[in-house]
C-alpha cells in the first residue's frame, strides 16, 4: 500500500514534467537546445518537427527538405518584392460609342511668316526684321549697322505686336466673301474668320479655330457633316525676305485649352489642295508617379496655373523660362500678369523689348532648338509628359486637287465683284492658275462616333502581393502570418533566457568575489585571537 500510494505521488507530480503547463513552460530554458526543441514539436510550421526525431540519416534529410522549402519561399518572396517595387504596369484597350464627339481646336499657320506688304508700310517692321536676322546694306534691307541700331533703339512696340503687324491676318487666310459659296444649286458653306482666334508664337501668327455652343460638338459622321474652311495661302504676299522652299499652311488639332508647338505634329496642305483629315481620337490614363515619367507639374517649375497642363505646355513653358534666364525678361507667349519664379528666388515679370529681342531672345531660342541635352531638364526634374487623363487626335489624311475648272471660274467672280482679285499678279495667267497657287480646303470631321481608350492600370497590386507572398509561404512551408506570431514569441523568450542567464551569472560572479574576502577576514581574526 505504501508503494502503491508513493507510486500514485510519484505521477501526481513528483516526476520531472509533471505539473500544469504554465510550471512546464516557465522550466524551460530557450536559450537552449531543449528549448529550441520543444519550440520546433509545437510550432505550426510545416515539417521542422521531424528534424529531431528519429535517427540520424533521417532528421538529416527531413533538415535538408526543410531548408530546402526555406529556401524556395525566400526565392519567390524576394521575387515578388523587387517586381512590385518595379512598378509594371498592364494597358486596358477599349472602344467606347458616344452620340456627340467635341470638336478640337483647329489651328493654322501659314508658313509664311511675313507679309510683304506689312514691310512696305513702315520702316520700323523692316528695320526691326532686318537687326533681327543681322542682315546690313543688302537688296532687302538696306540699312547701315548704324541706322538700323537707331530704328531699333526707337521702337516703342513690343515683339508680340511687331509679329501681329507684320504676320498674315486672319481676314487674309479666309475671305469672308467665300464663306457662302454658291456654285448652281448647291452651296457649301465654310467657317467665317470672325470663329478664329489670332496667336503669336515662336514661329509668327497663326489662327485657331474654336467652336462654341452647339457648334462644338459633332452629331453626325462623314465629311460632309465636317468643319470646312476655305483657305487663302496668298503667295502674292511671300517675301524674298526669308527664303521659303514650300508654300502651304501647318495644321494642328488640339485639345481646345491646349497650345501647339511649331512644327510637332503639324498636318501640312499645300495650295490646289482638298485635305479630308477624319479625326481617330484616343483617351488615354495613365497611372500618377511613380508609374509614369514625372512631369514639369512635379519637378522645380512653377508653372502657370491658369492653364490646364499639357506636354506642349510644358515645352512652352521651358522655353520661356530659358528665355527668362538668358535674357533677364518674358518671351511674348507668356500670358499677360505672369511672373516667372526660380529656385534662386529670381523673378522675371517685365517683358522683352525689341532691343533685346533682337540682341537676345531670338538668340537664345536659336540656342534653345540647337541644345544637344533637353533644355528642359534644367527647371524640370524629367522632360514633359503628357498629363495623366488627356485626348489624343490622331488622324488619316485624304486629298485631291482644288478647286476644279468650272469652280475656280465661279471662285474668281466672287472675287472679283469684292475687289479682292488683282489682275495684274503674276499668277493670274487664268482663274484655275490663280485659284489652285492660292487656294485650299480643310475639311475636318470624325469618321466615327467614339474614340479608342486606354488604361494603364498597376500590374502588381498590393493585394495580389500579399497574396502572392501567402501563397507561397503556405505552398513551401505550410505557415501563416500566426506562425510568424509563434517564431516572434520564441524570440522574445530567447532573448529574455540568455538576458536572464547573464544577469545571474553576473550576479554568481559577485557573490564568489564576496565569500572569497569573508574567508580572508576570518583568517585574520584567527590569527589575531593568540596575540589578544
Not at 512590385?84 to 467635341?102: E, F, G, I, S
Not at 507668356?334 to 516667372?340: E, G, K, R
Amino acid at each position: 500500500m505504501e508503494g502503491t500510494n508513493r507510486r500514485r505521488g510519484d505521477s501526481d507530480g513528483s516526476q520531472p514534467g509533471g505539473g500544469n503547463d504554465a510550471e512546464s513552460a516557465t522550466s524551460v530554458n530557450y536559450a537552449s537546445v531543449a528549448g529550441l526543441r520543444e519550440f520546433f514539436g509545437e510550432t505550426t510550421m510545416h515539417g521542422v518537427q521531424y528534424t529531431f526525431r528519429g535517427g540520424l540519416v533521417l532528421r538529416l534529410l527531413w533538415l535538408l527538405a526543410v531548408l530546402g522549402c526555406v529556401a524556395g519561399f525566400l526565392y519567390f518572396f524576394i521575387t515578388a518584392i523587387i517586381n512590385y517595387l518595379d512598378r509594371p504596369t498592364n494597358t486596358k484597350l477599349d472602344t467606347v460609342a458616344t452620340a456627340r464627339m467635341p470638336v478640337p481646336a483647329i489651328t493654322f499657320c501659314n508658313t509664311n511668316t511675313i507679309q510683304a506688304a506689312s514691310l512696305n508700310e513702315s520702316e520700323a517692321n523692316l528695320a526691326f526684321l532686318c537687326a533681327a536676322y543681322r542682315r546690313t546694306n543688302t537688296r532687302s534691307c538696306p540699312f547701315t549697322a548704324a541706322r538700323l541700331k537707331e530704328v531699333v533703339s526707337k521702337e516703342t512696340r513690343r515683339p508680340k505686336q511687331i509679329f501681329r503687324d507684320i504676320g498674315q491676318r486672319k481676314t487674309s487666310l479666309i475671305l469672308d466673301p467665300l464663306v457662302n459659296f454658291f456654285f448652281e444649286t448647291e452651296a457649301i458653306t465654310f467657317i467665317n474668320s470672325s470663329y478664329l482666334e489670332t496667336s503669336v508664337n515662336n514661329g509668327g501668327i497663326c489662327h485657331t479655330y474654336r467652336a462654341q455652343g452647339t457648334d462644338a460638338e459633332f452629331r453626325r459622321t462623314g465629311a460632309d457633316a465636317g468643319k470646312k474652311f476655305l483657305l487663302n495661302i496668298d503667295q502674292n504676299q511671300y517675301s524674298d525676305f526669308i527664303v521659303e522652299l514650300s508654300v502651304g499652311v501647318e495644321v494642328y488639332i488640339h485639345n481646345t485649352e491646349e497650345p501647339i508647338v511649331r512644327g510637332r505634329n503639324a498636318i501640312f496642305v499645300g495650295p490646289g489642295e482638298r485635305a479630308n483629315i477624319a479625326l481617330k481620337p484616343l483617351h488615354r490614363t495613365v497611372l500618377p508617379s511613380p508609374y509614369r515619367t514625372p512631369t514639369c507639374t512635379e519637378g522645380n517649375i512653377n508653372r502657370n496655373k491658369s492653364k490646364p497642363y499639357s506636354d506642349s505646355q510644358c515645352q512652352l513653358e521651358c522655353q520661356e523660362y530659358y528665355v527668362a534666364s538668358t535674357c533677364g525678361c518674358l518671351s511674348f507667349t507668356v500670358p499677360p500678369n505672369v511672373t516667372l519664379k526660380f529656385d534662386s528666388g529670381q523673378t522675371v515679370s517685365v517683358y522683352c523689348t525689341a532691343n533685346q529681342f533682337v540682341d537676345c531672345t531670338l538668340p537664345a531660342l536659336v540656342n534653345y532648338s540647337l541644345e544637344a541635352t533637353d533644355p528642359c531638364k534644367q527647371y524640370c526634374l524629367e522632360p514633359c509628359s503628357p498629363p495623366p487623363d488627356h485626348f489624343m487626335y490622331d488622324f488619316s489624311l485624304s486629298a485631291d486637287v482644288f478647286p476644279s475648272r468650272i469652280v475656280a471660274d465661279s471662285i474668281v467672280d466672287v472675287l472679283v465683284n469684292e475687289s479682292l482679285y488683282d489682275y495684274t499678279s503674276p499668277f493670274t495667267s487664268s482663274n484655275l492658275a490663280y485659284t489652285r497657287e492660292n487656294f485650299a480646303q480643310v475639311t475636318v470631321f470624325y469618321n466615327s462616333l467614339g474614340y479608342d481608350s486606354t488604361v494603364q492600370q498597376k500590374a502588381v497590386t498590393l493585394d495580389s502581393l500579399f497574396g502572392s507572398v501567402g501563397g507561397n509561404l503556405g505552398l513551401f512551408i505550410g505557415a501563416s502570418l500566426l506562425t510568424l506570431a509563434e517564431f516572434a514569441q520564441y524570440l522574445t523568450r530567447f532573448f529574455l533566457a540568455c538576458f536572464r542567464q547573464l544577469r545571474e551569472k553576473r550576479a554568481g560572479s559577485a557573490d564568489v568575489s564576496g565569500g572569497g574576502n569573508s574567508e580572508k577576514d576570518g583568517d585574520r581574526t584567527e590569527l589575531s585571537d593568540p596575540v589578544a
